[in-house]
C-alpha cells in the first residue's frame, strides 16, 4: 500500500432486460515489482488474517468512489459501484463511519455504492452483520450477497436482512444452459430473490447461451467475461462510452 502496488480494476455489470450498463464491480489488484501479478484469491486471505485488509479494503472503496464519482460528474455514467467487503473489516468499529466519511470525501451519493459480502462471512456472525447493514441500509447504500448458494444461508436470517441483490456464484453458471441441476439452482435463485423483492445477478457468464438462458428466466443483471473483464480505470471509462454500439450490437443479435 505505502508502495502504491494495488490498483483498482472495474467489471461491468449489465442489466439482461434491456443490456444497460447499470454497474461495475471494483477489483483490487496486485502488480508486485518482483513477483509480477498476484492474483487477490492468493492475498485476500492473507491480508485477512493479518488485519491488513482493512487498511486494504479502506483504499479500495477510496478509489473505487473516486473513480466513479469523476464518471458521474462528467455526466457519461449513472449506475453503481460494488465494493467487495471481508468480515474483518466489521470486527473493528468504524467501519460504518469510514464508509460514510468515503462517501462525503469523494461527493458520491450512497444510492450508487454497493457493499459486496459474501454469504458465507454473513452467515458466519449473522448478528453482528444485520446491525451493520441496518445502518448502511439507512445510508442509503445498498447490500449484495456475493457467491450465493455456497454457504448455507438462514432464510430467516436473509428475510431480515435489508438485502438488495443475491450474486449467483459462478460455479452455477459455468454449465448452463446444458446440464439440468445448474439450470434449476440458477432459475430458483432468481425466483428467490424476485419473491423476496431482491435482484438477481449471475457472475461469470463467458456465453451468448448463458446469457439468454439468464435473460428467458428473469436474472435483472449480468456480470463475466461474455460483457467484458475487469479493467483498469481508462479501459473502464471508454468502455462506457463505447457500450451503446455494444449494445445496439446484442439486442440485434438477441
Ligand atoms: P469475487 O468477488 O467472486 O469476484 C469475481 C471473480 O471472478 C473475479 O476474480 C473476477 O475477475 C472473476 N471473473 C469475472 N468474470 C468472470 C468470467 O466470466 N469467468 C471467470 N472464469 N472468472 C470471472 P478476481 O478479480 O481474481 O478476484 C477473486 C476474489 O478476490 C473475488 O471474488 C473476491 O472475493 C476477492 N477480492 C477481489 N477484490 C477484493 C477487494 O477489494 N476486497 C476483498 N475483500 N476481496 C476482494
Ligand atoms: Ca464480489
Ligand atoms: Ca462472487
Given at each position: 500500500l505505502e508502495q502504491n502496488q494495488f490498483t483498482v480494476c472495474y467489471q461491468p455489470q449489465v442489466?439482461?432486460?434491456?443490456?444497460?450498463?447499470v454497474g461495475f464491480e471494483a477489483l483490487v489488484r496486485w502488480n508486485h515489482p518482483e513477483m509480477g501479478y498476484i492474483s487477490p484469491s492468493r492475498f485476500i486471505d492473507v491480508a485477512e488474517n493479518s488485519k491488513l485488509i482493512i487498511p486494504l479494503g479502506k483504499w479500495v472503496l477510496k478509489q473505487a468512489c473516486n473513480d466513479i464519482s469523476e464518471w458521474i460528474h462528467c455526466g457519461i455514467f449513472d449506475g453503481t459501484i460494488a465494493v467487495n467487503t471481508s468480515g474483518?473489516?466489521?470486527?473493528?468499529?468504524?467501519f460504518v463511519d469510514d464508509v460514510f466519511e468515503i462517501l462525503t470525501d469523494s461527493k458520491l451519493?450512497?444510492?450508487h455504492l454497493e457493499i459486496e459480502v459474501t454469504e458465507s462471512s454473513l452467515m458466519h456472525n449473522p448478528t453482528r452483520w444485520l446491525e451493520i447493514l441496518r445502518k448502511l441500509a439507512d445510508l442509503g447504500i445498498s447490500l449484495a450477497i456475493d457467491d450465493f448458494g455456497t454457504g448455507y444461508s438462514s432464510l430467516s436470517y436473509l428475510r431480515q436482512m435489508p438485502v438488495n441483490t443475491l450474486k449467483i456464484d459462478q460455479s452455477f453458471i459455468e454449465?448452463?444452459?446444458?446440464d439440468a441441476d445448474s439450470c434449476i439452482v440458477a432459475e430458483t435463485i432468481v425466483g428467490l430473490a424476485k419473491n423476496m423483492r431482491m435482484k438477481s445477478l449471475a457472475e461469470g457468464i463467458e456465453t451468448v447461451e448463458q446469457c439468454l438462458f439468464l435473460r428467458k428466466v428473469g436474472c435483472h443483471v449480468g456480470q463475466g467475461y461474455f460483457f467484458g473483464?475487469?479493467?483498469n480505470k481508462e479501459d473502464a471509462k471508454q468502455f462506457i462510452l463505447q457500450w451503446d454500439q455494444f449494445r445496439k450490437k446484442l439486442l440485434d443479435e438477441f
Open positions: 442489466q439482461l432486460s434491456d443490456m444497460k450498463l474483518v473489516e466489521l470486527e473493528y468499529n468504524d451519493n450512497s444510492r454449465e448452463l444452459p446444458n473483464k475487469p479493467l
